[in-house]
């Protein structure tokens, strides 16, 4: 981990590489080196970094608010934004050179998505549940198990449906072009309370319990029919919450536990997988329009081409970095932290959908259902997306679904 390989080089040192080749050249230097690394070495690759970004003048300069991430915590969860950055400039020959700017620096997970419709920043990567505040459409991902899993997400991502029912209905109502995704399924994430409870094997071992919940609406109307009492609480605020006892719990998924530095107080990691979990990139609409058909052409190439870099990295990162397995692997987060994870069988997650989605308790998302239907242009958007999502067998792994270039149809 980036951590370990920056352990010889201190804060300062950092600092000084930063301001003198800037944050976006130091950060795609260091994601590039392997081992150990020494401020002489780390030097050497910022500047030549430096060289090739700035080697001429950028047509497009833009910035990406990446909320809290940076090349640290890219490396436990993959969302992709450092990968996109680098393939684009150079794929374009510096025609478009792009500050990224992460660490909540800019913008953080509730109002990247404001900044970027503003035209504040030009691109953004946060979640599309945070985002759903400033975005309600993106609730259209949120009906409780309409993806059965990873894999699911990931063939719904690539598929040319996603244009009609998440990608066009998105750029027309908030002025966002949807590049790519992370893709996991949320959890319940336990506080310490639970640390020497037997582990969860069932969501009605949870009713009753207080959790907190992101700004997606959809959301809500799960956790309340499977009891588990939905309390919104802002993102940069959920740690706190855990750590003081103030919630029981955390609707969540393992890598942003993990990333967010979450795992030291947090028992269980429940595999409720009841709706996405997904850290998603977007582009202001009109800066994407600004760009002109080759440049328009470069930024999807990139985004796909991101797309397929996330879909193993952040599956291999959820073993062997997060520990987000049965049994947790020795030396991941997880396990440096305690944290057990609670691995609901087949039986218990049917039982929770049961509860809670769509398809088998109508009435609570009728009202919801009828409002992101009108937003989309008169579809059955939970029917369309559930039936992409099982267009591929059950037992499909995530690393295994085909890429495909969503635009191209």
């Known amino acids: 981990m980036l951590r370990n390989k920056l352990k010889n080089i201190s804060r300062r040192d950092l600092l000084r590489l930063t301001t003198h080749f800037g944050v976006t050249s130091t950060l795609l230097a260091a994601g590039g080196l392997t ?22 003048k950028a047509k497009f300069n833009l910035k990406f608010g990446a909320a809290g991430f940076n090349e640290r915590n890219l490396l436990i969860e993959r969302a992709g934004g450092l990968q996109f950055v680098n393939d684009l400039e150079e794929r374009t020959d510096g025609e478009i ?47 409780a198990y309409m993806f059965p899993s990873r894999a699911a997400q990931y063939h719904f991502l690539y598929h040319p449906g996603s244009q009609k029912v998440l990608r066009d209905p998105l750029r ?41 919940v ?23 605020e959920t740690l706190d919450g855990l750590k003081q006892g103030l919630i029981d719990g955390a609707e969540t998924w393992a890598s942003a536990v993990a990333y967010a530095n979450m795992s030291p107080v947090v028992s269980q990691s429940v595999n ?50 997060v520990g987000f397995s049965n049994p947790t692997l020795p030396g991941t987060i997880f396990a440096e932290n305690d944290v057990r994870v609670a691995w609901l069988s087949d039986a218990a997650k049917k039982e929770a959908e049961e509860m809670c989605s769509p398809e088998f308790q109508p009435q609570p998302w009728e009202k919801w259902r009828d409002r992101i239907n009108g937003w989309s242009g008169g579809m059955d958007t939970y029917k369309y997306i559930y039936d992409i999502a099982r267009e591929i067998p059950k037992n499909t792994l995530a690393e295994n679904v085909e890429p495909r270039r969503w635009w191209k149809g």
């Open 272 to 321: 409720l997988e009841f709706f996405c979990g997904t850290e998603a990139t977007a582009m202001n609409s009109k800066t994407f329009d600004k760009l002109g058909g080759d440049l328009q052409d470069a930024v999807m190439e990139s985004a796909f081409l991101t797309q397929v870099h996330i879909q193993p990295a952040n599956e291999a990162a959820l073993v062997n970095t």
């Open 97 to 143: 050179r792009i500050e990224f700017i992460g660490s909540n620096q800019i913008c953080g997970q509730l109002d990247c998505v404001k900044k970027t419709q503003q035209g504040i920043i030009d691109l953004y990567s946060a979640s599309t549940q945070n985002s759903a505040g400033g975005a309600p459409y993106l609730n259209v991902l949120d009906y």
């Open 35 to 56: 081992g150990v690394v020494s401020f002489s070495r780390l030097a050497e690759a910022a500047n030549s970094t430096y060289k090739k970004r700035f080697k001429s």
């Open 172 to 212: 027309k109502r908030h002025g966002l072009e949807f590049l790519f995704s992370h893709a996991e399924l949320r959890g319940i994430q336990l506080g310490l309370g639970w640390k020497d409870k037997p582990i969860i094997k069932s969501i009605t071992e949870l009713a009753g319990t207080k959790n907190r």
């Open 214 to 236: 992101t700004g997606t609406q959809l959301g809500r109307i799960a956790m309340e029919l499977m009891k588990l009492n939905p309390t919104p609480i802002a993102w940069s």
